[in-house]
């Protein structure tokens, strides 16, 4: 049997054995039964409480989200898995070269399956609201749009990945099916979603903060820029606008998104914000509030 052979039988067996289990949501996206009951995806696909489920026979059920982790983009759907099998968890991480297959569902338009190799492990991106994720699995299985959510999986049929991010050249990032993306779906099946710190605002770029104050003729200063202020937000309670520069927080300089993160999940019930709107700077506090 030739190597061409070889794969269309390959793809053929895992399209099969694992088809039934991949799913579609709602008009975009899909997911994965990882166990009765219990359907895993991305956060990013879950817009509501309830969520439409389209199995690979063609049943459709309505799902209610168990538990979200939008900052690290997952989420646990309860629906009647009824007749769909349970993907098994791989034991390893995925390595450079890894033959792998990647299934979806867009949409329940119809299972897709492509195969890849596994080009980086690793790798660091962000979520949803911009907390920082390291565990991504970068690799080439073509995959439509609407195909977040599904799974990547070894030569086995087993659980490697959640495919979530599309990147440039056709690359797609997965977060990678280890030991702690296990314990979390089983928190989030429970019911338990993680809570952080939230001001509710909207940051913009560092290369835009920079061109912004070089074009009014604002001298550059470290801190980042405020974009937008979500409406009933802490930020927008404790007076914060477009515009204004985060300096300092708990008394230390804001240099990067993922120092206001850290600041956040250490602070208590209110946060102490140096703030420069213009030429003027000014002392806030921020009664904070938790967000899924």
């Known amino acids: 049997m030739g190597v061409l052979d070889e794969l269309q039988t390959s793809v053929e067996r895992i399209a099969e054995q694992l088809g039934p289990a991949v799913v579609g949501l709602g008009r975009f996206g899909?997911?994965?039964?990882v166990a009765e009951g219990?359907?895993?995806?991305?956060?990013h696909n879950v817009r509501h409480e309830t969520r439409t489920v389209v199995f690979g026979d063609g049943r459709t059920a309505e799902g209610t989200v168990a538990g979200v982790d939008m900052d690290g983009d997952v989420a646990v759907i309860s629906v009647d898995t009824s007749g769909a099998p349970v993907i098994s968890w791989a034991d390893g991480t995925a390595t450079i070269g890894q033959p792998v297959f990647a299934l979806a569902n867009p949409g329940g338009s119809g299972l897709r399956v492509g195969f890849?190799?596994?080009?980086?492990?690793g790798r660091t991106f962000r979520g949803?609201?911009?907390?920082?994720?390291?565990?991504?699995?970068?690799?080439?299985?073509?995959?439509?749009?609407?195909?977040?959510?599904?799974?990547?999986?070894?030569?086995?049929?087993?659980?490697?990945?959640?495919?979530?991010?599309?990147?440039?050249g056709g690359l797609i990032l997965a977060l990678a099916a280890d030991g702690?993306?296990?314990?979390?779906?089983?928190?989030?099946?429970?019911?338990?979603?993680?809570?952080?710190?939230?001001?509710?605002?909207a940051l913009a770029p560092a290369r835009a903060t920079k061109q912004m104050r070089r074009a009014v003729g604002l001298p550059e200063r470290a801190g980042l820029l405020v974009r937008a202020v979500?409406?009933?937000?802490?930020a927008d309670r404790a007076g914060l606008e477009g515009g204004d520069l985060l300096v300092t927080a708990a008394g230390q300089t804001l240099e990067s998104l993922d120092d206001l993160f850290g600041v956040l999940d250490r602070a208590g019930a209110s946060l102490d914000l140096t703030v420069v709107r213009a030429l003027d700077e000014r002392q806030v506090t921020v009664a904070l509030e938790e967000a899924v």
């Open 230 to 234: 979500k409406e009933g937000s802490a």
């Open 180 to 201: 702690a993306l296990r314990s979390r779906v089983e928190e989030l099946a429970r019911g338990e979603s993680p809570q952080h710190r939230e001001l509710g605002i």
């Open 38 to 43: 219990q359907v895993l995806t991305n956060a």
């Open 128 to 168: 949803p609201r911009g907390r920082r994720i390291t565990t991504g699995i970068e690799h080439n299985a073509p995959l439509l749009r609407g195909s977040s959510g599904g799974p990547v999986v070894d030569a086995e049929g087993r659980l490697l990945g959640l495919n979530t991010l599309r990147l440039e």
């Open 30 to 33: 899909s997911g994965v039964v």
């Open 116 to 121: 890849g190799l596994v080009s980086g492990s």
